[in-house]
């Protein structure tokens, strides 16, 4: 199952090729991939038209800019590993600054922007005055407090 991060990135489909490229080396590292073997994940994922030397030059600092579909499935393909994957970044402060960006061309807002504070007076107020909240409704505010960062030991 996709994550939520892996959703926006795929619904945004925005290739950034200043950043992007270096990402998707790392996902497909990480991944233990060759280039071959993200062209196969492509090609199952109906992007029938990338090969490897394709891909190769969307790697490449500056490279190429996939089309908007093959982009959106890339920047999934980043977003599956690239929140798991901190061993490769050389400050945390670079995790969180690449999140933000991501937020911000997902949702048009800065991190906590007017959209995420608007969820999070929702759900505070949903949990203060509304009914008991459903295995549906707790699945999704795990889903959204994740996108957003916040505390763990807030869920409870």
């Known amino acids: 199952m996709a994550s939520s991060l892996a959703i926006m990135a795929v619904s945004t489909g925005r290739w950034d090729k200043r950043h992007d490229g270096e990402r998707l080396k790392r996902a497909r590292e990480f991944r233990d991939h060759t280039q071959e073997d993200c062209v196969v994940w492509l090609h199952e994922r109906g992007a029938h038209g ?30 599956e590993v690239e929140p798991n994957d901190t061993s490769t970044r050389a400050d945390p402060g670079q995790e969180s600054e690449e999140f933000e960006r991501v ?18 007076d929702a759900i505070t107020y949903r949990l203060r005055h509304g009914p008991p909240m ?19 030991s807030a869920e409870s």
Request: proline share 9%; no cysteine.
């Open 50 to 79: 990338v090969d490897q030397a394709a891909l190769s030059k969307y790697e490449m600092p500056n490279g190429r800019t996939p089309r908007r579909p093959t982009a959106s499935l890339l920047l999934a393909y980043i977003a």
């Open 103 to 120: 937020v911000r061309q997902a949702t048009g807002d800065p991190l906590l922007g007017p959209r995420q504070g608007e969820f999070v």
């Open 134 to 152: 459903s295995p549906d409704d707790t699945l999704a505010r795990s889903d959204q407090m994740r996108i957003l960062r916040l505390n763990r």
